[in-house]
């Protein structure tokens, strides 16, 4: 029993090490990308949600909603942010054609909660309410716009 224990703690500690050192090896939290900054809105005072709102306006625009889950303990969650999410071809790109949405974990529980999120990150692309593309964990920057360009066909 004590054994058991003993490598229950031991996978614990690892674990917690290794999340600890990526967070450390990748420069810490990163910045929210540009394209997902927004100004006050609703959402902001709790009468309706970040991912509401999107689908509302995605609605009435007839633009997908790109909805990024992300978690600032997740390492490959920080370095999307440092990286395809801030490259200029790919903010513009979903700048352009999306309405993109920010999802982050202790902000947006409710929001989360709405969609089949398995890993962090997890990117969604969304269209008259039904997921219609979906990508997990760290896409390179050529793959991401890859991804967005197909998903928005």
């Given at each position: 029993m004590k054994s058991a224990s003993l490598l229950i703690t031991?996978?614990?500690?690892?674990?917690?090490?290794?999340?600890?050192?990526t967070r450390l090896l990748q420069g810490g939290?990163?910045?929210r990308p540009s394209m997902f900054q927004?100004?006050?809105?609703?959402?902001?005072t709790m009468e309706t949600s970040?991912?509401?709102?999107?689908m509302a306006e995605s609605e009435a625009t007839g633009k997908p909603v790109l909805a990024f889950v992300t978690a600032d303990w997740c390492g490959p969650c920080q370095v999307m942010?440092?990286?395809?999410?801030v490259d200029a071809r790919v903010v513009e790109f979903a700048s352009a054609e999306m309405i993109p949405v920010y999802?982050?974990?202790?902000?947006?529980?409710?929001?989360?909660?709405?969609?089949p999120v398995r890993a962090f990150p997890t990117t969604f692309v969304i269209r008259?309410?039904?997921?219609?593309?979906?990508?997990?964990g760290?896409?390179?920057?050529?793959?991401?716009?890859?991804?967005?360009?197909?998903a928005t066909e």
């Open positions: 031991t996978v614990f500690v690892s674990f917690a090490v290794v999340l600890i050192a939290v990163a910045e927004v100004t006050p809105t609703a959402s902001e970040l991912l509401d709102e999107a942010k440092k990286n395809a999410l999802l982050e974990e202790s902000a947006s529980r409710p929001d989360i909660a709405k969609l008259d309410g039904k997921i219609v593309s979906a990508a997990e760290v896409v390179s920057t050529d793959h991401f716009l890859e991804f967005l360009r197909e």
